[in-house]
């Protein structure tokens, strides 16, 4: 590795307004608004295309909420496959069906299609970021067989990678010793051209099982399973020896309901440490996406935590911050002090142990509330067959004190150290 800390460089001259580290989701996303606002951005990444690699493959909600306000949505939907309706299974039986819009995708067209809405402002430089050397002032970057660039902010969103980040004494460290797995593969139909519902989720109980997910991709439907066991469990085993037989075991009636199958790719197979970045309010630097905080991928929130740290950084931040001579430490620890974004790191760090629990706790406690959870949901479903607007406001109801509680948990919490 190149170098550690510089002392402080003087010069006010840069070949670049911004430097991004990491083109992937969060810095393709960052380079995309800030281009668009008319900074010079220099966005690097060690890969011209973006890899083949198992990460987010649905999104909904919130996450698309966001794409849609910052006017990033088109360059998803033409990457991803739009679905409305998801029947939703627990033990063998049907609970309900939720609609609102989602999207499915393989992670790597969707950064395609990202980068390929990147403004002529933005200049994508491939290439392996060796070095850095930071400042109030002034960033340089070095890249490996390359001219070094110089910043006047440095933007790293470099995932879950550690060595640059390690270069500037910025550490990860484990915020839960939870660890989910997640596993993620095709699969087709048998006995027929197509499957019954265009996407399902089915429900854990107690099992270590978070849930399965299946839905459609281009091309594909693909299956995403969420787990809270050891890669030595023989369940998993026999997941990557007869994923079938493993799956119609652990899912009862999930064939009846979604249509037989065949799995129609390879496993792939991701452990997620949860972890935060320490150490990172430094001059002139700013953390991202994955490289700031992990989330747990059963939660789905990885996009909509990801969303949070570019649009607060970029929209609400940086234009302060371009507008001084110096970029020091006190400005760049605002951005990780942001309500916004505190709340979102909260809730994304918790939502680990809640998972964790909801697949793993057999005592009577959970058990009762896993119960009522889905009775309850099975009720209701029944209710709309009968009066969707008496079901509406139940549904309303229940928002209102989902709200209200998270609320009261955030605020009642202390940000990370
Ligand atoms: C298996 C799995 C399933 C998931 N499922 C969900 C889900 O269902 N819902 C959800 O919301 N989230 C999910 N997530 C989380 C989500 O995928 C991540 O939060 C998101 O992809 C992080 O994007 P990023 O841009 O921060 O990092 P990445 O996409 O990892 O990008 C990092 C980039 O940095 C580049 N890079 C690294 N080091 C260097 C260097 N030295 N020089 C140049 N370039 C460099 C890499 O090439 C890469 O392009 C999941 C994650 C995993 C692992």
């Known amino acids: 590795m190149m170098n550690r800390r510089y002392p402080e460089l003087q010069t006010s001259e840069t070949d670049t307004d911004i430097a991004i580290v990491g083109g992937g989701l969060s810095g393709t996303l960052a380079a995309c608004l800030l281009g668009r606002a008319g900074y010079r951005v220099t966005l690097i990444d060690r890969h011209r295309v973006f890899p083949q690699e198992f990460r987010v493959e649905k999104i909904g909600g919130e996450a698309i909420e966001k794409l849609r306000r910052l006017q990033l949505l088109a360059p998803l939907s033409t990457a991803a496959v739009p679905f409305d309706e998801i029947v939703n299974m627990h033990k063998g039986h049907v609970v309900d069906r939720t609609y609102g819009q989602h999207y499915g995708f393989f992670y790597n067209r969707l950064v395609t299609a990202m980068r390929s809405a990147l403004p002529e402002t933005v200049n994508f430089v491939v290439g392996q970021v060796r070095g850095l050397r930071i400042g109030a002032a002034q960033q340089q970057v070095s890249i490996l067989g390359r001219d070094e660039i110089t910043a006047r902010l440095l933007v790293i969103a470099t995932g879950m990678g550690d060595t640059l980040r390690r270069d500037l004494g910025i550490l990860h460290r484990q915020i839960s010793d939870r660890r989910p797995l997640a596993f993620g593969f095709n699969i087709r139909p048998l006995r027929s051209n197509r499957f019954r519902h265009t996407a399902l989720t089915y429900h854990g109980d107690g099992d270590g099982i978070d849930h399965l997910n299946l839905f459609p991709v281009p091309g594909a439907t693909r299956a995403n399973l969420f787990l809270f066991r050891d890669p030595r469990d023989p369940w998993v085993k026999s997941l990557h020896d007869d994923p079938k037989q493993a799956l119609t075991n652990a899912f009862p ?27 990172c309010r430094q001059d002139g630097v700013v953390l991202i996406g994955d490289a700031y905080l992990t989330s747990c991928p059963a939660s789905g929130l990885g996009v909509s935590r990801l969303l949070t740290d570019v649009e607060r950084l970029c929209c609400a931040y940086i234009p302060q911050w371009m507008t001084e001579t110096s970029i020091d430490h006190t400005r760049i620890a605002t951005y990780y002090d942001d ?23 057999t005592d009577v406690g959970w058990r009762l509330r896993r119960q009522f959870h ?12 009968i009066s969707p607007a008496l079901a509406a406001k139940l549904h309303q109801l229940k928002t209102i004190r989902a709200r209200s509680a998270l609320r009261s948990a955030v605020l009642n919490s202390k940000p990370m150290a």
């Open 374 to 385: 889905f009775v309850r949901r099975r009720v209701l479903y029944g209710i709309e067959s």
């Open 253 to 279: 009636s999930l064939v009846d309901t979604f249509g037989d199958f065949e799995i129609g790719s390879r496993i792939d197979s991701w452990l997620t440490d949860i972890t935060a970045a320490g150490n």
């Open 339 to 361: 309500p916004e974004k505190l709340d979102m790191d909260i809730n994304s760090a918790r939502m680990t142990d809640h998972h964790f629990n909801l697949a793993t706790k």
